[in-house]
């Protein structure tokens, strides 16, 4: 496999924090129903020590709160951070606390957990293994974790259409031609036992989003997502436009000017320590 010219834009923080309020407000609604399977799948109950790590705005730590659980989350997007801390002032969330981090030098001591997770995160480290490496030595004997990725997008129509299209304008593109990120089961549960994990499992699992017309999803991705920024960047200002003409009228043409149903699948890994 032949790797992206130009480092992973989606391995810094500047995207992350460019997109952070539309993400809160637009994405993380629909990441929220995996975080509830995530904590299902965990087992996690009142009283229990959690890790969210990469956390973003929080979907799964103020899930996790409201199981009554005490809540670490730790994300490298300074905005996402401000976002969570926000939303855990205003909602009297007191059993939370984040901070700015390295997921792959988490600020936490061997063994401090019941339960660690990191949901679509972990994927975009520069050094994936280290990130699991990490979530398993800050786990107590028994504890588990939980890990998310996304299956390939062939696997989903009309984001294949938006990438595949896009992919050909620019080959930088994150995953343009590359295997997804933990996307294999089988491969996803090599690297979980490779950091030390036993048990693992793989669940995949999907939750569908109800959009209006493509346009009102693209416009969505368009805003919020670090990915399609990444295009707008590398294409500039003046042929973005054009860009965006074109992959609409095809989006438009192939899925019609009615509702669409787009079902997200989600790897979730959980491995015991």
């Not at 992973?8 to 609604?29: F, G, K, S």
């Not at 799948?41 to 005490?70: E, Y």
């Not at 969570?84 to 981090?101: F, H, I, N, P, Y």
């Not at 304008?169 to 294999?184: C, E, I, R, T």
Request: charged share 20%; aromatic share 8%.
């Amino acid at each position: 496999m032949s790797l992206p010219s130009k480092p992973n834009p989606l391995a810094a923080p500047r995207l992350w924090n460019l997109v952070a309020r539309t993400y809160t407000d637009e994405i993380a609604p629909h990441q929220a129903m995996y975080a509830q399977d995530a904590l299902r799948l965990a087992g996690v109950a009142p009283g229990m020590s959690i890790a969210d790590v990469a956390c973003g705005p929080g979907d799964l730590t103020f899930a996790a709160a409201r199981r009554g659980a005490c809540v670490c989350a730790v994300d490298f997007s300074p905005e996402m951070i401000d976002c969570l801390q926000e939303r855990a002032l205003r909602d009297g969330m007191t059993s939370v606390e984040a901070r700015v981090g390295d997921g792959m030098a988490l600020p936490y001591a061997d063994g401090s957990f019941d339960c660690a997770f990191s949901l679509f995160g972990l994927i975009f480290f520069p050094d994936r293994a280290q990130g699991l490496r990490e979530l398993w030595r800050i786990l107590k004997p028994g504890g588990r974790a939980v890990v998310g990725s996304w299956v390939p997008f062939n696997r989903v129509p009309i984001l294949d259409d938006i990438y595949r299209t896009l992919g050909g304008m620019v080959p930088s593109l994150p995953f343009n031609g590359h295997k997804a990120p933990l996307g294999d089961a089988t491969e996803f549960r090599a690297e979980m036992m490779a950091a030390g994990f036993c048990e693992v499992e793989i669940h995949e699992i999907a939750h569908a989003r109800e959009v209006a017309n493509v346009d009102e999803y693209w416009n969505m991705l368009a805003r919020s997502t670090p990915p399609l920024h990444a295009v707008r960047e590398a294409l500039g200002q003046e042929q973005w436009p054009g860009v965006v003409q074109q992959l609409l009228g095809s989006l438009r043409e192939k899925w019609g000017p009615g509702p669409q149903c787009v079902s997200l699948i989600a790897n979730l890994a959980v491995g015991r320590h």
